[in-house]
C-alpha cells in the first residue's frame, strides 16, 4: 500500500515537477530508477562517502538537500562540497578522487532527487 502511493507520488512527481524530464536537467532516468551512467557514479559517490550521515538517507535531513538543491546552481554546490563550509560543520571533499572525479555526478543524482525524478534506494544502469 505504502509502496503503491510512493509509485504514483513519484510518476505524478515525473510529470508535472518543472525540471524532471527537462531537456536541460543533467541527468537521464526512466522509471525513477534506471539513470545514465554519471547519475549512478553520483550516487555511488554518495553513498561512499557517507552524506547521508549528516544530510539523511532521503536527503531530508537537518540540511535537507532535496530542498536546498531547487535553489543551490550547480557551481554553488561545486563550490560547497568541494571546498566545504568547516567552520559550519560541512567537510571539505576537494582531495578525495572519488568526489573530484564526480561532482558533477553527484550534482546530477541530487538535482534528479531533488526534482522528484529520481526515487530513493537502489538505483540501475540505463542501457
Ligand atoms: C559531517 C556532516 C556532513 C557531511 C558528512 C556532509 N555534509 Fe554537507 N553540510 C553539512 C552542514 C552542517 C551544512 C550546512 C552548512 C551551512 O550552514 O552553511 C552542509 C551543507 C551542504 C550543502 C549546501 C546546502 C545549502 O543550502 O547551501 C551541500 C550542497 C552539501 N552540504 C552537500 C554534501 C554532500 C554532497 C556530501 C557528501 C559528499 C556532504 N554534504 C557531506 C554537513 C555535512
Known sequence: MKRHL???LLLSGTMHTPGAGDKD???????GRRV??????GWRTWR???CARCHGEE???AIPLVDRLQR??????RITVLNG???????????????????DNLYAYLKGRADGAIALGHLEKLE
Open 36 to 41: 545514465d551512467a554519471g547519475t549512478l557514479e
Open 85 to 103: 563550509r568547516q567552520d559550519r560543520g560541512m567537510p571539505r571533499f576537494a582531495g578525495i578522487k572519488q568526489v573530484d572525479q564526480n561532482i
Open 59 to 61: 536527503q531530508d535531513g
Open 25 to 31: 536537467a543533467p541527468y537521464v532516468v526512466k522509471d
Open 48 to 50: 561512499a562517502m557517507g
Open 72 to 77: 543551490l546552481s550547480k557551481e554553488q554546490f
Open 6 to 8: 510512493l509509485a504514483v
